[in-house]
């Protein structure tokens, strides 16, 4: 027994258990706490990264919905091809018409280049009203311009009547003392 008793008071025997002891308790602590301390770091790690991805949910729906949407523009815009491809034999008669148009239309104006021109009373007052300005003189002396417009209207309108007069009484061919149709047209023509 002695010599047990003095191997339990042996400092360097009492330091190692010791030593010992300590390692086995920092052991049982680190056990003890290290999954704590891993669900403190994944809890760490979700709450840092789980905004990001609900933000990137978000995006990818959107962007599933602008997918859905571009997918049926797509289709419509098969759908109205199709339906152009379909129309072929409407378009074709559609160009066929105009071609018709287009070609009676050279045809009225090729005889109408050929039928002699005539001239009538209408186009002394298409020739008068190319002459017209519409430069307004100033409002309150407006009746002395219409009263000088109309008489200059008036005159030419008695110069037309004497000249057709003076052309129906003249044989064709012979012109007049005034010099004629076409002096009465250089009249209209030079008025201002």
């Known amino acids: 027994m002695n010599r047990n008793m003095s191997s339990v008071n042996d400092p360097e025997l009492h330091a190692k258990v010791k030593k010992t002891t300590e390692k086995i308790s920092e052991n049982m602590h680190i056990v003890a706490n290290e999954p704590s301390l891993a669900f403190y770091r994944i809890q760490e790690h979700v709450r840092k990264v789980i905004p990001l991805i609900v933000d990137r949910r978000a995006e990818v729906v959107q962007l599933q919905q602008d997918l859905q949407g571009k997918c049926y523009d797509m289709e419509y815009a098969i759908s109205a091809v199709k339906d152009i491809e379909a129309a072929d034999t409407s378009l074709k008669n559609v160009q066929e018409l105009l071609k018709n148009a287009i070609f009676l239309k050279q045809q009225l104006k090729y005889v109408e280049s050929r039928r002699p021109k005539r001239d009538t009373n209408s186009s002394v007052y298409k020739r008068l009203s190319a002459h017209i300005t519409l430069d307004l003189p100033d409002l309150t002396d407006l009746s002395g311009v219409v009263r000088e417009t109309t008489n200059r209207v008036e005159h030419m309108m008695s110069q037309a009547r004497n000249s057709n007069s003076?052309?129906?009484?003249?044989?064709?061919?012979?012109?007049?003392?005034?010099?004629?149709?076409a002096e009465l047209q250089r009249s209209y023509t030079t008025l201002h």
């Open 166 to 181: 003076n052309i129906n009484n003249n044989p064709p061919g012979t012109s007049n003392a005034t010099g004629g149709p």
